[in-house]
C-alpha cells in the first residue's frame, strides 16, 4: 500500500462526500472523512479498519478547522487530496432570508471552504504538492430564484478557488473547481434550511417547484469514478463539470449569456474603460 493515497474529505457522511470516502476507500487509499455528525461512518471504518478515520468537524469553525487538520494530517504522516465537499442549502426568495440564516449558509458554503483551503495549504507545501478538489455547482454561473444564496457562496468560492489555483500552482498544488451536477444528495431534505414564504412570491414559488419537477437525479455514486480520475490526472483541468447533462446546460448558459452581451455591446463600447 506504498502508493495509496491520503484523502480529506469534508461532508464526507453523506451525499457525494461519503460517495468519494468509499470510491477512495475501494481504490485502496486511506481516507480522512470529516463531518459534523460522523456516527453514519461507523460502518465503513469497521469495514475499512485501519484506513479511515472519521474526524468530527464543524467547517464554520475557523479555529475547529485548523485544528481538525493537523489531527487529520497526523493521522496517516500526510495529505495528497483534498475534497471541500460540505455545504449546504439556504432556499426562499432573496428577500426573505434573514441576516442569521444568510450568514450561517456562508459560513459553511464559503467561509467554511476557505478555512479548509487554508488550513490544508501549509502541509500540501511543505511535502512538495498535493490536489484541491473544490466542489461547487454547474449553477455557479448565474442566479436562479429560490436558491440565489446557494448559487452566491459556489460563485464565490469558484471565484477565490481560480485565484487560489494561481497562488499556489508554483508550489506544486493543484487546485480544480469541481462544478457539479444535480445528484441526490440529500442537500434538499436534511441540509435545507427554508425561509419564511412571503404570499406575493407565491407564484413565483409555484413555478419554480413546478420547474424542478419530480426527475430522479442520479445517484452519487455515478459521479465518484470522475472524481477518482480526475485525482489521478498528472495535470489537472482548473474547471471540471461532473455530469452529462450539466455539462450540457453549461454550455448553453454561456451562449445565452454572450448572445445578451453582443445585443447590447452597443450601449457597453460607448464608455471607453
Not at 483534498?82 to 434573514?98: D, I, K, Q, R, S
Not at 507545501?125 to 449553477?139: E, K, V, Y
Not at 497562488?167 to 431534505?189: A, P
Amino acid at each position: 500500500m506504498t502508493n495509496a493515497r491520503v484523502w480529506l474529505i469534508t461532508g464526507a457522511s453523506r451525499g457525494l462526500g461519503r460517495a468519494f470516502a468509499e470510491a477512495a476507500l475501494a481504490g485502496g487509499d486511506r481516507v480522512v472523512a470529516a463531518a459534523r455528525d460522523v456516527e453514519p461512518l461507523e460502518e465503513l471504518t469497521e469495514k475499512y479498519p485501519g484506513r479511515l478515520v472519521p474526524l468530527p468537524l464543524d467547517v464554520a469553525d475557523r479555529q475547529g478547522v485548523f485544528d481538525g487538520v493537523e489531527r487529520a494530517a497526523a493521522a496517516f504522516g500526510r495529505l495528497d487530496v483534498v475534497v471541500n465537499n460540505a455545504g449546504v442549502m439556504l432556499y426562499g426568495m432573496v428577500e426573505e432570508a434573514t441576516e442569521e440564516q444568510i450568514r450561517a449558509h456562508m459560513d459553511v458554503n464559503f467561509f467554511g471552504a476557505v478555512w479548509v483551503a487554508q488550513a490544508v495549504l501549509p502541509h500540501l507545501r511543505a511535502q512538495g504538492g498535493g490536489r484541491l478538489l473544490q466542489i461547487t455547482s454547474m449553477g455557479s454561473g448565474g442566479g436562479m430564484a429560490t436558491v440565489g444564496f446557494y448559487g452566491a457562496g459556489k460563485a464565490a468560492l469558484d471565484s477565490v478557488s481560480e485565484a487560489l489555483a494561481m497562488e499556489v500552482e508554483g508550489f506544486g498544488i493543484k487546485v480544480t473547481v469541481v462544478q457539479m451536477g444535480g445528484y441526490d444528495t440529500g442537500l434538499f431534505t436534511t441540509g435545507t434550511t427554508t425561509t419564511e414564504p412571503l404570499e406575493w412570491y407565491q407564484p413565483l414559488r409555484t413555478e419554480m417547484e413546478a420547474m424542478w419537477g419530480d426527475a430522479v437525479a442520479p445517484e452519487p455514486v455515478t459521479a465518484a469514478p470522475v472524481i477518482m480520475e480526475l485525482a489521478a490526472l498528472p495535470d489537472p483541468p482548473r474547471r471540471l463539470i461532473v455530469g452529462s447533462r450539466s455539462f450540457d446546460h453549461v454550455l448553453e448558459m454561456g451562449r445565452a449569456q454572450a448572445d445578451l452581451y453582443r445585443s447590447w455591446e452597443h450601449l457597453s463600447r460607448i464608455a471607453p474603460g
